[in-house]
């Protein structure tokens, strides 16, 4: 693996870190405002890349079919909105904003639930960047260097405010700032390991490369539709949300074209 590769593969996670380091600077709690504002950009970034990065290449990379081009991107978001609905109802976890526990049944610890939540929702954004990075290994038309870095990139500046979110909640259940941050971190790892995956997968079966571009965004868009949405809508300032969504929207539009 090279070094482009390898750096794009960790730029997120660094993204993930860096904002759960904000344990230690910030206060013992983090606004209502504050987290509206991250949370609504976090899902325009979201979008964006879903639109931009993957399923606008999907079909691009499907022109052979002519006017069925759309059929790979179609069944391929398909397919990861029914992946993370499944992760959804078998893995516990909990959300921000609310007592009760999705999934089964557990005893797991409510501060354990919440890294769950996050990291449910990391699995589709390491996946994104491990597709495109491989088909630009392998010279996918449309799949460039700079728009692998770009996404890479734009899931890096979204996961900032959420390495907060998750970092700054769990010192407030009552955490030490360490263990707050050590678990904002582990929420994550998963994305280097899962685009990792998603590369050795992808040059196995490369036929499938559009359709693994639209599972990554079909993934990416349940997230933003069950969490991030509901949660940066409920409640007082969700017009700052609805701002800050098209501010992460107009951001990831820029570096796709820019660096694409």
Known sequence: MNVQVTTGLLVPFL???LGSACVFFMKDKMSVRLEKILQGFAAGVMVAASVWSLLIPAMEQ?????KLAFIPAVVGLWLGTLFLLILDRVIPHLHQFTNEAEGPKS?????TMMVLAVTLHNIPEGMAVGVVYAGWLKGNGGLSAGAAFALALGIAIQN???????SMPL???GEGK???FINGVLSGA??????IL???????VIPALPYLLAFAAGAMIYVVVEELIPEMSSGKHSNVGVVMFAAGFALMMILDTALG
């Open 171 to 173: 010192h407030a259940e």
């Open 190 to 195: 998963v994305e280097p390991i899962g685009a």
């Open 15 to 17: 993204g993930t870190a």
């Open 62 to 66: 499907s022109s052979n079919l002519g």
């Open 178 to 180: 360490g263990k707050a």
């Open 160 to 166: 900032f405010p959420e390495g907060a979110i998750i």
């Open 198 to 204: 998603t590369i050795i997968f992808a040059e196995l």
């Open 107 to 111: 005893k797991l610890a409510r501060t």
